[in-house]
């Protein structure tokens, strides 16, 4: 799910709590959008740059790799021992960094469910064949083709293609191409 997305299903999640949390709904909110810093301390320290563009330009790779060290705060044990502490010291604030923080987690296993179901069923309508260049590959990857502008449209078919990794990388290299070439011309 792109932050954004992210950010805009906080946001409704927040407004929805308000009338419980008051002026403390900031609390939740903001650790559901930060969780995602482990992402980027990932990268800082694998990649050694403190780059925000470079770490944004990783993840939005063709593929980019999924691993569990990319996620500590994502991670049930993490949340748990949060939980824990929450409990054990009966602390508001924590209790509610905690609830943040899981919003996002479901959040994310409810994006990557959808995105399963996608591409298994893009897979087979489309017989394991590239969209683009039209070979048959048994391991095609979904790339998006449009964004719709409603969060509940967001896993339909119809805004999704399945290609083969090289078409896939080829896909997003000329979407980096595009929005390089949009932005030189609007700076001149």
């Given at each position: 799910?792109?932050?954004?997305?992210?950010?805009?299903?906080?946001?409704?999640?927040?407004?929805a709590?308000?009338?419980?949390?008051k002026?403390?709904?900031?609390?939740p909110?903001?650790?559901?959008?930060?969780?995602?810093?482990?992402h980027?301390?990932w990268?800082?320290?694998?990649q050694?740059t403190?780059s925000?563009r470079?770490?944004v330009?990783y993840?939005?790779?063709s593929?980019?790799?999924?691993?569990?060290?990319?996620?500590?705060?994502?991670?049930p044990?993490?949340?748990?021992l949060l939980?824990?502490?929450?409990?054990?010291t009966?602390?508001?604030?924590?209790?509610?960094?905690l609830?943040g923080?899981?919003f996002?987690?479901?959040?994310d296993?409810y994006?990557?469910?959808?995105?399963?179901?996608l591409?298994y069923?893009?897979?087979?309508?489309?017989?394991?064949?590239?969209?683009?260049?039209?070979?048959?590959?048994?391991?095609?990857?979904?790339h998006?083709?449009r964004?719709?502008?409603?969060?509940l449209?967001r896993?339909q078919?119809?805004?999704?293609v399945?290609l083969?990794?090289?078409?896939?990388?080829a896909a997003?290299?000329?979407?980096?191409?595009?929005?390089a070439?949009?932005h030189?011309?609007?700076?001149s």
């Amino acid at each position: 799910m792109r932050p954004q997305e992210h950010m805009q299903l906080s946001a409704i999640a927040a407004a929805a709590v308000w009338p419980w949390l008051k002026k403390d709904v900031w609390i939740p909110f903001t650790a559901s959008i930060l969780i995602d810093a482990d992402h980027y301390i990932w990268h800082a320290i694998t990649q050694r740059t403190l780059s925000l563009r470079a770490a944004v330009r990783y993840y939005q790779q063709s593929n980019p790799p999924q691993l569990p060290d990319q996620r500590l705060l994502h991670q049930p044990l993490v949340l748990g021992l949060l939980l824990f502490l929450a409990v054990r010291t009966r602390s508001r604030l924590l209790g509610l960094i905690l609830a943040g923080l899981v919003f996002h987690v479901c959040l994310d296993r409810y994006h990557n469910n959808q995105m399963h179901t996608l591409k298994y069923t893009l897979k087979e309508q489309a017989d394991f064949t590239c969209q683009e260049c039209g070979f048959k590959v048994d391991e095609l990857e979904v790339h998006t083709i449009r964004v719709p502008k409603l969060i509940l449209a967001r896993y339909q078919l119809r805004n999704f293609v399945v290609l083969c990794p090289t078409c896939h990388y080829a896909a997003h290299e000329q979407a980096r191409a595009r929005k390089a070439l949009a932005h030189a011309t609007s700076q001149s």
